[in-house]
């Protein structure tokens, strides 16, 4: 499994691993919207286009599922698969695939308020890449 849930009090913590930067970042998108809805309901009716900056990896990531979770939280937008289109350094280019959220079709697993700073960290492994990040619920 690309990812999996720490314990951490009142929040929810994942480590996500990915054999590219890319996998790393598409596979933490996954595992928010997992965390949120079951994602095998979700058919990805809709496209958008995402271009998020930060000043170092750990702040991309961060800032990368802010957008998505700003997605859900204001649009009511389900993401179902995030793919990385291009990925300098300091920024990434990206289409996700979703579905609007539709109380009939989707039921929501828990309500994710926000990625958090504390713990996150981005790193470079043997294997690949791993990353901790801690979500408030």
Same mark, same amino acid.
């Given at each position: 499994?690309?990812?999996?849930?720490?314990?951490?009090?009142?929040?929810?913590? #994942?480590? =996500?691993? @990915?054999?590219?930067?890319? %996998? &790393?970042?598409?596979?933490?998108?996954?595992?928010?919207?997992?965390?949120? !809805?079951?994602?095998?309901?979700?058919?990805?009716?809709?496209?958008?286009? #995402?271009? =998020?900056? @930060?000043?170092?990896?750990? %702040? &991309?990531?961060?800032?990368?599922?802010?957008?998505?979770?700003?997605?859900? !939280?204001?649009?009511?937008?389900?993401?179902?698969?995030?793919?990385?289109?291009?990925?300098?350094?300091?920024?990434?280019?990206?289409?996700?695939?979703?579905?609007?959220?539709?109380?009939?079709?989707?039921?929501?697993?828990?309500?994710?308020?926000?990625?958090?700073?504390?713990?996150?960290?981005?790193?470079?492994?043997?294997?690949?890449?791993?990353?901790?990040?801690?979500?408030?619920?």
């Amino acid at each position: 499994m690309p990812y999996e849930l720490i314990d951490h009090t009142a929040d929810i913590g #994942i480590r =996500v691993t @990915g054999q590219t930067i890319k %996998d &790393l970042f598409e596979t933490a998108a996954h595992a928010m919207f997992e965390q949120i !809805t079951d994602t095998t309901q979700l058919q990805g009716k809709h496209t958008k286009s #995402i271009h =998020v900056k @930060g000043i170092d990896r750990p %702040d &991309l990531l961060i800032n990368w599922l802010r957008e998505l979770l700003w997605y859900w !939280t204001i649009d009511n937008c389900l993401i179902k698969q995030a793919t990385i289109i291009e990925m300098p350094d300091d920024q990434l280019r990206a289409k996700v695939t979703y579905d609007e959220f539709d109380l009939k079709t989707h039921e929501i697993l828990k309500d994710i308020k926000a990625v958090t700073y504390h713990g996150i960290s981005v790193d470079q492994t043997d294997a690949g890449w791993e990353a901790m990040i801690i979500f408030d619920v």
